[in-house]
Nanobody, 126 residues
Framework: QVQLVESGGGLVQAGGSLRLSCAAS????????MGWFRQAPGKEREFVAA????????DYTESVKGRFTISRDNAKKTVYLQMNSLRPEDTAVYSC???????????????????WGQGTQVTVSS
């Protein structure tokens, strides 16, 4: 069983930056692929970014490429999401997730993840 706790959300002006963290406990963190998802009010949950456990391969949704960076520190059992050049449309609750069985083809699918955090609110003002 893996527990995930996100932090780092908040209110920021458009063009600003935030770094989200997701701390894991339980399980073997280094063997889990990790993902970030977001959900805005009235919208479906959306894939944001993912990082593989073995090669560290990353994947991003098109709208955040060049602005967001996912990384992981296995020693600290933490995954990060550095968000730069934030836009009002990035406003959402951001959640991290962990998966043992993910593949390149399924990195962006919420159903491929086994464990989820509670989420942290990110609000970008215009």
């Amino acid at each position: 069983q893996v527990q995930l706790v996100e932090s780092g959300g908040g209110l920021v002006q458009a063009g600003g930056s935030l770094r989200l963290s997701c701390a894991a406990s339980g399980g073997t963190f280094s063997s889990y692929s990790m993902g970030w998802f977001r959900q805005a009010p009235g919208k479906e949950r959306e894939f944001v970014a993912a990082i593989g456990w073995r090669t560290g391969r990353t994947d991003y949704t098109e709208s955040v490429k060049g602005r967001f960076t996912i990384s992981r520190d296995n020693a600290k059992k933490t995954v990060y999401l550095q968000m730069n050049s934030l836009r009002p449309e990035d406003t959402a609750v951001y959640s991290c997730a962990a998966s043992r069985g993910i593949t390149i083809a399924t990195m962006s699918l919420g159903s491929a993840y086994d464990y989820w955090g509670q989420g942290t609110q990110v609000t970008v003002s215009s």
